[in-house]
């Protein structure tokens, strides 16, 4: 999950052989977490849309409902990348209704900020960014209030938008939270470029795209 998060999506993958490995040795009945998460990141529709599926057949009749929480969350993230938000909105407000657990909780509600805004919803997003706010205040890291400001920008107009979206990119940028960080740059590249500056715009977004695709992050490339 760290590796992910710091965009290092090859270390990411070898940790997640070596857990395969590790469970083939031991005969452990785990579920491929690591696996369905770097495919949604990745854009691997069929790969992700696959594991995902074999994760819930297997947890739903135990009754693990981290797994459905997880899940939906990975559906977000592939959907959101992949532009369709509709379905990434109702992946996120699964994952983000999820009460056992705080990270599947806040990377739901930012995965539903960003799909709700994109579908015409700013009821549900302003909500949905209400509840994200609690977190990342409670925990004060450039990286919790680079995310707020990122999804703050999402919901604001004018220059305030923009003031955010520097906010953001500044703190990220602190941090190592490379993944959000390039979603930051995307995001602000795509308010420019709706704002008619074209040029500042293709700044935002070459920057983005070339971070997206050192990563493998192809959907969101």
Request: with cysteine; hydrophobic share 45%; proline share 2%.
């Amino acid at each position: 999950g760290g590796h992910l998060v710091a965009g290092d999506f090859a270390a990411a993958a070898t940790m997640i052989e070596e857990i395969d490995a590790i469970a083939d040795a031991t005969g452990a009945d785990r579920l491929p977490y690591g696996a369905l998460a770097l495919a949604a990141w990745e854009g691997r529709e069929s790969d992700a849309t696959e594991l995902i599926e074999s994760a819930l057949n297997r947890a739903v009749p135990r009754g693990e409902g981290f797994a459905v929480a997880v899940t939906a969350w990975a559906r977000a993230v592939l959907y959101n990348g992949l532009g369709r938000y509709e379905d990434g909105l109702a992946a996120a407000q699964v994952a983000s209704e999820y009460p056992g657990d705080l990270d599947i909780t806040g990377w739901g509600l930012i995965e539903l900020v960003e799909a709700a805004t994109r579908s015409g919803k700013a009821g549900l997003a302003a909500r949905a960014l209400e509840r994200l706010g609690v977190l990342t205040r409670a925990s004060g890291t450039d990286w919790a209030l680079g995310t707020e400001a990122c999804a703050r920008a999402l919901v604001t107009n004018g220059e305030d938008a923009e003031h955010l979206y520097r906010e953001a990119i500044e703190r990220l940028g602190r941090s190592r939270a490379a993944v959000p960080l390039a979603r930051g740059y995307l995001l602000y590249g795509e308010w420019l470029r709706r704002e008619r500056r074209r040029v500042d715009a293709r700044e935002q977004l070459r920057v983005a795209h070339g971070m997206f695709a050192l990563m493998g992050a192809e959907a969101f490339a």
